[in-house]
C-alpha cells in the first residue's frame, strides 16, 4: 500500500480538491490539519532539499501570514527557514503531501499527482 500523509487547511479550496483527487482514485491517506499540526521537521528538511532550486517555492506566498512577514527568504538559513515555518502552518505551500516518506509535492496539479500515483 502506498503511505500518503496530506497537510491540508480545510478552508483552502485547492486542499480539498487534491482530497477529493485521491478519493476518486481510492487512495488511502493521513490528512492532518496543517495550521494545528505543520509537517514534522524531517518532511520540512525533504521539501527545501527538494525544491532547493528556490527555497520560496515551499512557502504560501500568496497567503497573508506571508505578505506581512515582508521577509526576504533567500537570505534565510534553512534553520531560519524550519523555525519560521514551523511557528505558522499558514506559510506553508498547500496542499504539502508526502508519499512513502521520500517525494513531497506541493500544492495540487492533476497531472503531477496522476505522474507520481497512476
Known sequence: MKKIIL?????????RKA?????RRDFEFKLIDIVK???LVNYLNLALKQYSDDK????NTRGQAFKKLNLDIYGLSR???IKLLLSD??????PFL?????????????IEYAKQFI
Open 19 to 23: 482530497a477529493k483527487w485521491l478519493e
Open 89 to 94: 502552518g499558514k506559510l506553508i505551500k498547500r
Open 56 to 59: 520560496k517555492r515551499i512557502f
Open 7 to 15: 497537510y491540508s487547511y480545510l478552508k483552502c479550496s485547492t486542499c
Open 98 to 110: 508526502i508519499y512513502q516518506e521520500e517525494k513531497i509535492i506541493l500544492g495540487f496539479n492533476e
Open 79 to 81: 534553520e531560519e527557514i
Open 37 to 39: 499540526e505543520p509537517p
